[in-house]
């Protein structure tokens, strides 16, 4: 059965901390892998990962994938308030259809 | 920008009812899906579309049922709303496989 599991499922850590969110997963037929962060409304992308050690960045959020490990991890460093969100990993596969497992998430609060 | 409109933020249905959810996307993007969001369960998938009047299950069909009859509306029916289908409902879109989602806010449904 595929799965993706992420961890922590919470975190909670102080303005200008760096933070480190993992995603592990087993999928048939790997395609991507994709990071989102969810306020109070819709998820809004982060990344997309397809290939192994080529890290992405995007101002503070940075993120890299090992495909042998079977994993990724987001980094965030100097944190602020507006960091506070649940982040999802989601992985697309090709198990016969083509659709996105998610994680559960990692709820993220970043106190001033 | 991608827009992806659901029709109710918050809903309150009764049990018994039947249950219309409606999802409409402005890029002209093929693929379309509907998840529920559940605490420590993350995002799950209930069905997907890749094209105009075509549908495939997802993880947790059970008591749903979809409709696409245009390429730019999915809508999620709950054919006997039960007070287990109580849940954030997420519509998202993509352009093909291979690319990331866009999402809509989310309806939070509550049957009673």
């Known amino acids: 059965e595929d799965k993706v599991v992420q961890s922590p499922l919470s975190l909670v850590v102080h303005e200008g901390d760096t933070v480190t969110l993992n995603c592990s997963y087993e999928?048939?037929?790997?395609?991507?892998l994709l990071w989102y962060k969810q306020e109070k409304k819709a998820p809004t992308f982060l990344f997309m990962l397809t290939s192994s050690g080529i890290e992405k960045k995007s101002g503070r959020l940075s993120s890299i994938l090992d495909k042998k490990e079977l994993f990724s991890i987001l980094n965030i460093t100097a944190t602020q308030t507006g960091d506070s969100a649940i982040y999802l990993c989601?992985?697309?596969?090709?198990?016969?259809?083509?659709?996105?497992?998610f994680g559960t998430g990692t709820r993220l609060k970043v106190l001033a | 920008d991608v827009k992806v409109t659901q029709s109710s933020r918050y809903l309150v249905k009764r049990t018994g009812e039947k249950v219309f959810l409606e999802c409409v996307q402005d890029m002209d993007h093929e693929n379309m899906f509907w998840y529920r969001q559940d605490p420590g369960l993350g995002l799950r998938l209930i069905y997907f579309?890749?094209?105009?009047?075509?549908?495939e299950k997802g993880d947790i069909p059970e008591g749903y049922s979809v409709s696409r009859e245009k390429k730019e509306r999915f809508s999620l029916i709950l054919e006997s709303a039960s007070t287990n289908q109580t849940s954030m409902y997420l519509c998202a879109s993509s352009s093909s496989r291979g690319k990331s989602q866009h999402f809509g806010d989310g309806t939070r449904l509550s049957i009673l």
């Open positions: 989601a992985v697309e596969a090709n198990s016969g259809t083509y659709k996105y497992i």
């Open positions: 579309s890749y094209d105009v009047k075509m549908k």
């Open positions: 999928v048939t037929n790997f395609r991507s």
